[in-house]
């Protein structure tokens, strides 16, 4: 099974940038669809951006093309670029990663992100 460590949350202004990362370990990413979730208290978690074994990407309608999701096979690392932040964007993000997009089976700890204005 792969295990999945995030980081590069944090706090920033609106119209600001973060960069999660993802470091798995266990598994080679090459062979792993991942995707990036988030959470805010008292809702559901919902789906950020996903991308698939072969790299295609599929993002949620809030992303609005503020976001890009990407892997690194040589480094085994999984990225979410965050650009344009908005203060609902506030979350623990977690990282997921499994055999296809639709099948998630391992998740991180989370990071938390808090934009403010």
């Known amino acids: 099974q792969v295990q999945l460590v995030e980081s590069g949350g944090g706090s920033v202004q609106a119209g600001g940038s973060l960069r999660l990362s993802c470091a798995a370990s266990g598994t080679a990413v090459y062979v792993l669809a991942m995707g990036w979730y988030r959470q805010v208290p008292g809702k559901q978690r919902e789906r950020v951006a996903t991308?698939?074994?072969?790299?295609?990407?599929d993002y949620a309608d809030f992303v609005e093309g503020r976001f890009t999701i990407s892997k690194d096979n040589a480094n085994n690392m999984a990225y979410l670029q965050m650009n344009n932040l908005k203060p609902e964007d506030t979350a623990v993000y977690y990282c997921?990663?499994?055999?296809?997009?639709?099948?998630?089976?391992?998740w991180g700890q989370g990071t938390q992100v808090t934009v403010f204005s």
């Open positions: 991308i698939t074994v072969i790299g295609s990407t």
């Open positions: 997921a990663a499994g055999t296809g997009t639709l099948s998630f089976s391992s």
